[in-house]
Protein backbone atom coordinates (compact mmCIF):
# COMPACT_ATOMS: atom_id res chain seq x y z
CA UNK A 1 0.00 0.00 0.00
CA UNK A 2 1.18 3.32 -0.93
CA UNK A 3 0.07 6.62 0.08
CA UNK A 4 2.01 9.23 -1.96
CA UNK A 5 1.66 13.00 -0.77
CA UNK A 6 2.23 16.28 -3.14
CA UNK A 7 1.35 20.27 -3.02
CA UNK A 8 3.27 21.60 -0.90
CA UNK A 9 5.53 24.69 -1.16
CA UNK A 10 6.52 28.13 -0.16
CA UNK A 11 3.67 30.46 0.29
CA UNK A 12 3.19 33.76 1.75
CA UNK A 13 0.94 34.26 5.09
CA UNK A 14 -2.70 34.80 4.34
CA UNK A 15 -1.77 32.43 0.99
CA UNK A 16 -3.46 28.87 -0.12
CA UNK A 17 -2.17 25.80 -1.31
CA UNK A 18 -3.61 22.46 -1.84
CA UNK A 19 -2.35 19.07 -0.95
CA UNK A 20 -3.08 15.74 -2.70
CA UNK A 21 -2.76 12.26 -1.53
CA UNK A 22 -2.95 9.65 -3.92
CA UNK A 23 -3.12 6.09 -2.58
CA UNK A 24 -2.48 2.87 -4.47
CA UNK A 25 -1.80 -1.31 -4.32
CA UNK A 26 -4.55 -1.74 -1.69
CA UNK A 27 -7.95 -3.68 -2.42
CA UNK A 28 -9.76 -2.96 0.64
CA UNK A 29 -11.86 0.27 1.03
CA UNK A 30 -10.60 3.17 3.19
CA UNK A 31 -12.73 3.82 6.41
CA UNK A 32 -10.98 7.19 6.45
CA UNK A 33 -8.31 9.40 5.33
CA UNK A 34 -6.52 12.24 7.29
CA UNK A 35 -3.90 14.50 7.32
CA UNK A 36 -1.11 15.35 10.22
CA UNK A 37 1.73 18.07 10.60
CA UNK A 38 4.26 18.17 12.33
CA UNK A 39 6.64 21.40 13.27
CA UNK A 40 10.70 21.03 14.11
CA UNK A 41 10.92 19.99 17.63
CA UNK A 42 7.36 18.88 17.89
CA UNK A 43 4.41 15.80 18.15
CA UNK A 44 2.79 15.42 15.08
CA UNK A 45 -0.65 16.36 15.45
CA UNK A 46 -3.95 16.10 14.06
CA UNK A 47 -4.83 18.81 11.04
CA UNK A 48 -7.88 16.93 9.18
CA UNK A 49 -9.63 13.75 8.64
CA UNK A 50 -12.49 12.39 6.30
CA UNK A 51 -14.78 8.92 6.21
CA UNK A 52 -14.07 7.23 2.97
CA UNK A 53 -18.08 6.33 3.06
CA UNK A 54 -20.01 9.09 3.96
CA UNK A 55 -17.36 12.02 3.91
CA UNK A 56 -17.97 13.20 7.28
CA UNK A 57 -15.22 15.45 8.49
CA UNK A 58 -13.37 16.78 11.32
CA UNK A 59 -11.08 19.35 11.70
CA UNK A 60 -8.65 20.47 14.35
CA UNK A 61 -9.63 23.49 15.70
CA UNK A 62 -6.11 25.92 14.77
CA UNK A 63 -7.50 24.94 10.73
CA UNK A 64 -11.38 25.29 11.47
CA UNK A 65 -12.77 27.56 8.98
CA UNK A 66 -9.69 27.92 6.52
CA UNK A 67 -9.01 24.39 5.72
CA UNK A 68 -11.10 22.17 4.08
CA UNK A 69 -10.89 17.94 3.66
CA UNK A 70 -12.23 16.38 0.32
CA UNK A 71 -11.84 12.84 -0.97
CA UNK A 72 -12.50 11.51 -5.01
CA UNK A 73 -13.74 8.43 -4.20
CA UNK A 74 -12.86 7.13 -7.61
CA UNK A 75 -9.39 8.37 -7.76
CA UNK A 76 -8.96 6.95 -4.63
CA UNK A 77 -7.36 10.85 -3.60
CA UNK A 78 -7.69 12.69 -0.86
CA UNK A 79 -7.10 16.47 -1.11
CA UNK A 80 -6.70 19.73 2.02
CA UNK A 81 -7.50 22.72 0.16
CA UNK A 82 -5.80 25.56 3.17
CA UNK A 83 -6.48 28.88 2.62
CA UNK A 84 -5.50 31.63 4.92
CA UNK A 85 -2.19 30.30 5.46
CA UNK A 86 -0.65 31.61 8.84
CA UNK A 87 3.54 30.99 9.65
CA UNK A 88 2.34 28.69 12.15
CA UNK A 89 1.01 26.47 10.06
CA UNK A 90 4.57 25.86 8.79
CA UNK A 91 5.42 22.11 8.94
CA UNK A 92 5.28 18.85 7.25
CA UNK A 93 2.27 17.70 6.20
CA UNK A 94 1.74 13.90 6.21
CA UNK A 95 -1.61 12.15 4.82
CA UNK A 96 -2.58 9.13 6.63
CA UNK A 97 -4.58 5.81 5.75
CA UNK A 98 -7.33 4.18 8.26
CA UNK A 99 -7.98 0.39 7.36
CA UNK A 100 -10.13 0.48 9.92
CA UNK A 101 -8.56 -2.36 12.05
CA UNK A 102 -9.09 -0.47 14.99
CA UNK A 103 -12.33 1.40 16.26
CA UNK A 104 -11.30 2.25 19.66
CA UNK A 105 -8.87 5.53 19.23
CA UNK A 106 -10.54 8.39 17.87
CA UNK A 107 -9.67 9.45 14.18
CA UNK A 108 -7.67 12.51 15.67
CA UNK A 109 -5.13 9.98 17.41
CA UNK A 110 -1.81 9.11 15.19
CA UNK A 111 -2.21 5.45 16.29
CA UNK A 112 -5.56 4.87 14.72
CA UNK A 113 -4.23 5.00 10.69
CA UNK A 114 -2.43 1.97 9.43
CA UNK A 115 -0.49 3.74 6.46
CA UNK A 116 1.34 7.12 6.32
CA UNK A 117 2.91 9.10 3.23
CA UNK A 118 6.03 10.13 2.93
CA UNK A 119 5.53 13.84 3.89
CA UNK A 120 5.29 17.34 2.29
CA UNK A 121 6.60 20.37 3.21
CA UNK A 122 4.23 23.46 3.75
CA UNK A 123 6.48 27.07 4.65
CA UNK A 124 4.55 30.25 5.12
CA UNK A 125 6.63 32.85 5.59
CA UNK A 126 7.28 36.53 3.61
Known amino acids: VQLQASGGGLVQPGGSLRLSCTTS????????MGWFRQAPGKEREFVATITWGGATTYYADSVKGRFTISRDYVKKVVYLQMSRLKPEDTAVYYC????????????????????WGQGTQVTVSS
Open 96 to 115: AGDSGSDYSLPLTDTRRYDY
Open 25 to 32: GHTFTWYA
